[in-house]
């Protein structure tokens, strides 16, 4: 598996968070694959079919297993891409995940699934709270 920098992981952070500015980082600095994996994550099936194309398997795997593939996570505990299985797990808040990612100092990987954590519970929260504001004449 390819490792990232420390700046790198804070960019992923940064485009969770919506930041601009933050997609020409990705290409400038070599690694045009972590953006491609962050729009595949957010649904752009042009970034998956990126991510296959030029030989990031891995992390399409990644977006699948975030996407209930269980064969894709398969895939990755097959392959010995287990921070990466991990990691799908760590974004859904699962402790055991969060505490392997910890032992294996994956604290990149670890920031990031924090963040995708956040993100996914802040998206839940607002959608539980729209629905009783229905007919609410203060909106």
Known sequence: MKTYSEEAFEKLCAAVREEEGVESWFTENGVPELWEFWNAIEGHERSFRWLMKN????????????????????????????????????????QPAVSFLLQRKEDGWLNFAKAIYKKSQKREKNFFWNIFNFGNPLR
């Open 55 to 94: 030989h990031h398997p891995e992390l399409a795997a990644v977006v699948d297993s975030m996407n209930g593939n269980d064969p894709a996570k398969k895939w990755l505990l097959m392959n010995r891409f287990r921070e990466l299985a991990a990691f799908v797990d760590a974004a859904e808040g699962s």
